[in-house]
C-alpha cells in the first residue's frame, strides 16, 4: 500500500535499474550466477498459527513460465497454503488474498466460521510472503552477467501476483468442479484480485468480494525520491504502515489488545520490502485505476461487494466509494463501524457481522444496510 501519486515520477526516472527482459533473453553472452539460489523456507514462528483448529496445511510447486524462459532454466515458487472444509457443504469455494503485511494464517479465525457456513476456503501466502517461497528476480551485474535473487517481500513483477491468483483458482476449481467459487481480496490483496479480474476474466468465478481494500492508501512513503532512484531492485525499503513502539503496524490494524499483541510478536509479517516490490505496487495501481472507461472492464460484470472500515486507518474511503461509483453496476458496498476496527475486519468485533454479510450477498441474498452507488448517490 504507497502513495501512487508521490512515487509514479520515480517508475519512469528509476527504469535504468530495472532489467531489459527482452533484451537479456536474447542475449547469449550474459549468464546466470545463482549466488542467492536458495529458495528453502524456514518456517517462523506466528501467533495467529493457534488460530487454526481445522484448516489442513498444504504446499504446491508453480513453475514460473516467463523467468523459465528468460533464464534457460525452471525458476518456481513453493506456495503455502491452507485449506478449510465444512462439515456439510453448501456448494461454495471461497479463495482468499491476503494484504500487504499479513500472510494466510491472520485469515484462520475468519475461515472457521466460513467452514461452518458450508464454504470451502482457500488462503494461500503470496509469492515472498508468509510460509510461501521468495520472489524471483534477475539482475544484471557490473560485469554484464545476470545475479539471480531469491527474497522474501521481494517480486519479479505485479503480473507475478495475478498469475499465482489465477493458478490457486484453477486448484480450487479441480478440486472442486462442481462448486461456485468467490475470489476474495483483503486491504492490498485488492489491487492483486481488481487485476486478476480484468487481466483473465475467468469464466470460474461467480463473484468477487473486497474487504477494506488497499485501493486509495492514505500512509506515509518510508523512503524519499531520490533514495528510491538511487536503489537496486534487491534493495529493501520499510513498510508503508507505521511502527508504533515496536507494535510493527499493529494499531494501524485493530485496536483490540489481544489481536495488537498477536501482530507484534508475529514474526511472518512483512515488515520491510524490495525496490522491486514498490515498483510492482505502483504498476499494479497504476494498471487498476488509470482506466479510460472503467464500465466496459470485465470486473464490473461480476457481482462485487465492497466491505469498507469507517475509522479506517490507512485507506481513503472517499477515493474508494468514488472509484466503485465509476462503475456501479453489479456493486455492493457496506461501512463498518465497530470501535476497534481500525482497518482489518477480521481482528474487530465487526467480523461475525461482516462474515453473514458476505454469505448473504454470496448466496444472493440482500445486504442489510448498504451504501446507496450510482445515481442514488448523488
Same mark, same amino acid.
Given at each position: 500500500m504507497?502513495?501512487?501519486?508521490?512515487?509514479?515520477k520515480?517508475?519512469a526516472?528509476?527504469?535504468?535499474?530495472?532489467i531489459?527482459?527482452s533484451?537479456?533473453?536474447q542475449?547469449?553472452?550474459?549468464?546466470?550466477?545463482?549466488?542467492?539460489?536458495?529458495?528453502?523456507?524456514?518456517?517462523?514462528?506466528?501467533?495467529?498459527?493457534?488460530?487454526?483448529?481445522?484448516?489442513?496445511?498444504?504446499?504446491?510447486?508453480?513453475?514460473?513460465?516467463r523467468?523459465?524462459?528468460?533464464?534457460?532454466t525452471? =525458476?518456481?515458487?513453493?506456495?503455502?497454503?491452507?485449506?478449510?472444509?465444512p462439515y456439510?457443504?453448501?456448494?461454495?469455494t471461497?479463495?482468499?488474498?491476503?494484504?500487504?503485511?499479513?500472510?494466510?494464517?491472520?485469515f484462520?479465525?475468519?475461515? =472457521?466460521?466460513?467452514?461452518i457456513?458450508?464454504?470451502?476456503?482457500?488462503?494461500?501466502?503470496?509469492v515472498?510472503?508468509?510460509e510461501s517461497?521468495g520472489?524471483?528476480?534477475?539482475?544484471?551485474?557490473?560485469?554484464?552477467?545476470?545475479?539471480?535473487?531469491v527474497?522474501?517481500?521481494?517480486?519479479?513483477?505485479?503480473q507475478?501476483?495475478t498469475w499465482?491468483?489465477?493458478e490457486?483458482v484453477?486448484?480450487?476449481?479441480s478440486?472442486?468442479?462442481?462448486?461456485?467459487?468467490?475470489?476474495?481480496?483483503?486491504s492490498?490483496?485488492?489491487?492483486?484480485?481488481?487485476?486478476?479480474?480484468?487481466q483473465?476474466?475467468?469464466?470460474?468465478?461467480?463473484?468477487?468480494?473486497?474487504t477494506t481494500p488497499?485501493?486509495f492508501?492514505?500512509?506515509?512513503?518510508?523512503?524519499?525520491?531520490?533514495?528510491?532512484?538511487a536503489?537496486?531492485p534487491?534493495d529493501?525499503?520499510a513498510s508503508?504502515i507505521?511502527d508504533?513502539?515496536?507494535?510493527?503496524?499493529?494499531?494501524?490494524?485493530?485496536?483490540?489488545?489481544?489481536?495488537?499483541?498477536?501482530?507484534r510478536h508475529?514474526?511472518r509479517?512483512?515488515?520491510?520490502?524490495?525496490?522491486s516490490f514498490?515498483?510492482a505496487?505502483v504498476?499494479?495501481?497504476?494498471?487498476?485505476?488509470?482506466?479510460?472507461?472503467?464500465?466496459?472492464?470485465?470486473?464490473? =460484470?461480476?457481482p462485487r461487494?465492497?466491505?469498507?472500515?469507517?475509522?479506517?486507518?490507512?485507506?481513503?474511503?472517499v477515493?474508494?466509494?468514488t472509484?466503485?461509483?465509476k462503475?456501479?453496476?453489479n456493486?455492493?458496498?457496506?461501512?463498518?463501524?465497530a470501535d476497534?476496527?481500525?482497518h482489518?475486519?477480521s481482528?474487530s468485533?465487526?467480523?461475525?457481522?461482516?462474515?453473514?454479510d458476505?454469505?448473504?450477498?454470496i =448466496?444472493?441474498?440482500?445486504?442489510?444496510?448498504?451504501?446507496?452507488?450510482?445515481?442514488?448517490?448523488e
Open positions: 504507497i502513495n501512487m501519486k508521490s512515487v509514479a520515480a517508475v526516472l528509476a527504469s535504468v535499474v530495472l531489459n527482459t533484451a537479456l533473453a542475449d547469449s553472452s550474459l549468464t546466470i550466477r545463482n549466488d542467492n539460489a536458495n529458495n528453502a523456507y524456514t518456517k517462523q514462528y506466528s501467533p495467529f498459527d493457534i488460530l487454526n483448529f481445522t484448516g489442513e496445511e498444504s504446499r504446491i510447486k508453480l513453475i514460473d513460465p523467468l523459465t524462459e528468460l533464464s534457460g525452471e =525458476q518456481s515458487y513453493d506456495i503455502a497454503y491452507t485449506k478449510w472444509q456439510f457443504s453448501n456448494g461454495q471461497i479463495v482468499y488474498n491476503h494484504g500487504f503485511q499479513s500472510h494466510k494464517d491472520w484462520s479465525g475468519t475461515a =472457521q466460521y466460513l467452514a457456513l458450508g464454504y470451502t476456503v482457500y488462503a494461500f501466502d503470496r515472498g510472503s508468509g517461497s520472489g524471483i528476480s534477475f539482475v544484471e551485474n557490473d560485469q554484464g552477467e545476470l545475479d539471480r535473487y527474497l522474501e517481500g521481494h517480486v519479479y513483477d505485479w507475478t501476483w499465482t491468483l489465477d490457486m484453477k486448484l480450487a476449481e478440486e472442486h468442479p462442481n462448486n461456485t467459487l468467490t475470489v476474495w481480496g483483503n492490498f490483496g485488492a489491487q492483486v484480485v481488481t487485476a486478476f479480474m480484468n483473465y476474466a475467468p469464466q470460474s468465478v461467480d463473484k468477487v468480494v473486497f488497499g485501493l492508501a492514505n500512509l506515509p512513503l518510508p523512503f524519499t525520491l531520490d533514495e528510491f532512484i536503489a537496486k534487491y529493501y525499503f508503508t507505521p508504533t513502539d515496536g507494535d510493527q503496524g499493529a494499531a494501524y490494524f485493530t485496536a483490540d489488545p489481544f489481536y495488537q499483541w498477536a501482530i508475529d514474526l509479517s512483512l515488515r520491510e520490502v524490495t525496490q514498490y515498483f505496487i504498476g499494479i495501481g497504476g494498471y487498476n485505476r488509470d482506466r479510460s472507461d472503467m464500465n466496459s472492464d470485465p470486473l464490473v =460484470q461480476y461487494f465492497y466491505l469498507l472500515a469507517t475509522n479506517d486507518t490507512m485507506m481513503d474511503n477515493k474508494t466509494l472509484y466503485i461509483n462503475a456501479p453496476a456493486a455492493t458496498a457496506k461501512f463498518y463501524s476497534d476496527n481500525r482489518f475486519l481482528f468485533s465487526d467480523m461475525q457481522e461482516a462474515v453473514m458476505i454469505h448473504y450477498f =448466496q444472493g441474498e440482500e445486504v442489510v444496510g448498504k451504501e446507496p452507488l450510482g445515481s442514488a448517490s
